[in-house]
């Protein structure tokens, strides 16, 4: 299957400081990137849709301000946290999608990065 | 977006079968149904989707009840790597790279 990779699959930061999250598809071209949020104990919440070259589509109650999109390329998005706060801290978990190919029935989900603000 | 409905958990034990029921009595007619799992701190992966007939593959058989009203997921020899939050999800067949929404799924643990 296709491979989607994410960075970093870790990260520590301090309260008020801005982290960013790279998604890549890196055996196909995606024409649509998901983020997801996944707090302990819980299932994943989307947070915003992004596709290739145009502004995300956030879902309700997500913050656009505070969670930065930015899907430059087929096989790129990141997902900035501006201004994290300990409430911001969950495993960030990007997926991919490809339009018009034999798994377009699929998402790829990428290993997910841990966010920790202190 | 259609509703399912999963049992938090199950518990199975190593090379035996697994059936994973999911409902979705709100089901429309352009509704697939998709199964995705998580391993522990990994990012979700498809296993298996269908729309009105049974499905197998390498991974599971996805068996849909004639009104498709509901839906079972089967590991037919299940092993400790199965051990995973399952999760059952639909997706409008019309609306191409639609979000998923993930349900809350089955936790299920395997015993050696």
């Known amino acids: 299957g296709a491979v989607v990779s994410q960075h970093p699959s870790w990260v520590i930061c301090k309260s008020g400081t801005s982290v960013k999250i790279e998604c890549r598809s890196l055996?196909?071209?995606?024409?649509?990137m998901f983020w997801y949020r996944q707090f302990p104990k819980q299932s994943l919440m989307l947070m915003a849709t992004?596709?290739?070259?145009?502004?995300?589509?956030?879902e309700q109650g997500v913050e656009k301000d505070k969670f930065l999109i930015n899907h430059a390329s087929l096989t790129l998005s990141t997902l900035t946290v501006t201004s994290a706060h300990p409430e911001d801290s969950s495993f960030y978990i990007c997926?991919?999608?490809?339009?018009?190919?034999?798994?377009?029935?699929?998402?790829?989900f990428g290993p997910g990065t841990r966010l920790t603000v202190l | 977006d259609a509703k399912t409905t999963q049992p938090n958990s199950m518990e199975s034990n190593e090379e035996e079968p697994v059936h994973l029921p999911c409902n979705h009595s709100t089901i429309s007619g352009t509704d697939y149904i998709h199964w995705y799992r998580q391993l522990p701190s990994q990012g979700p992966e498809y296993v298996i989707h269908g729309l009105t007939s049974n499905v197998n593959n390498r991974m599971a058989s996805l068996a849909i009840a004639e009104d498709r009203k509901s839906s079972t997921l089967i590991l037919h020899r299940a092993t400790l790597r199965d051990a995973a939050v399952y999760y059952c999800i639909l997706r409008d067949v019309w609306q191409g790279a639609q979000k998923l929404v993930f349900g809350q799924g089955t936790r299920l643990t395997i015993n050696p």
């Open positions: 055996d196909f071209q995606a024409t649509t």
């Open positions: 992004s596709n290739e070259g145009s502004k995300a589509t956030y």
């Open positions: 997926s991919a999608y490809s339009a018009g190919t034999p798994s377009d029935n699929e998402q790829f």
